[in-house]
């Protein structure tokens, strides 16, 4: 499973047999979530035991780290 980063309690990463679209699971704090990359944004296709207020950074780390997610997900799948 390719890690992205850990920030802030939460790690943020790929399963090595991932399907388009790009896409990022997050965990930590109790809490799971997926978000998909749509266009420009992430966008939340799934969540369960995330507080609320860890949302606002968690989608704050995904926007400044957007293009280091791109990459990341473009080296692994593109070298496999």
């Known amino acids: ?15 090595s047999r991932e399907h388009k679209p790009v896409h990022v699971h997050i965990e930590g704090a109790e809490g799971y979530a997926v978000y998909d990359l749509e266009g420009q944004r992430f966008v939340q296709r799934y969540s369960k035991g995330i507080k609320a207020g860890d949302f606002k950074r968690v ?3 995904l926007e400044e780290n957007r293009e280091t ?11 496999k």
């Open 1 to 15: 499973m390719p890690e992205v980063f850990r920030l802030f309690g939460f790690t943020y990463y790929f399963f």
């Open 69 to 79: 997610i791109v990459n990341s997900w473009n080296v692994f799948f593109n070298n």
């Open 59 to 61: 989608e704050a780390v």
